[in-house]
């Protein structure tokens, strides 16, 4: 009897599976409409914000020169944080999956020309992150639907 049970299971399986196969015209699943971004906290070092803005201000300007709305910048009044940096990420979620980010390789190589040289470049670069005590880094979403 046992045995009788088990197999009426296997053969009723995949009957109540076949609708979900059996309408070869379904659609494709699509993407979400979301934007992505990396939104970064940021901690400065005590008497350094004023510093870390004049620094900052090469960092607009490569946006500039580019042509790109640059990230989202947000001077924090309460909590731990001094600043909150939204960073859209134009190639959606799949950004996290490059390699080496095209982007970020075309924005490297116009702050080092703006700056002259990449030399210069990692020297900005370091200055800056000296203001930084320190940074954490999230991935959000805004939903357009």
Known sequence: MRKLV??????????????LHADAHMESPKLAAK??????????HPGKMGEAMELISAFQAVDEALGREGPIAMHMNTGE????????MEDGIAAMGWESNPR???????????LGGEEAAREHWAKYMATVARSESHVAHIDLD
């Open 6 to 19: 088990i197999l009426a299971a296997a053969l009723a399986l995949p009957l109540g599976a076949t609708p």
């Open 35 to 44: 934007e992505w971004y990396n939104v970064v906290f940021i901690k400065f």
């Open 81 to 88: 944080w001094d600043m909150m940096v939204a960073f859209k």
């Open 104 to 114: 970020g390789e075309e924005w490297n190589a116009e702050l080092a020309r703006q």
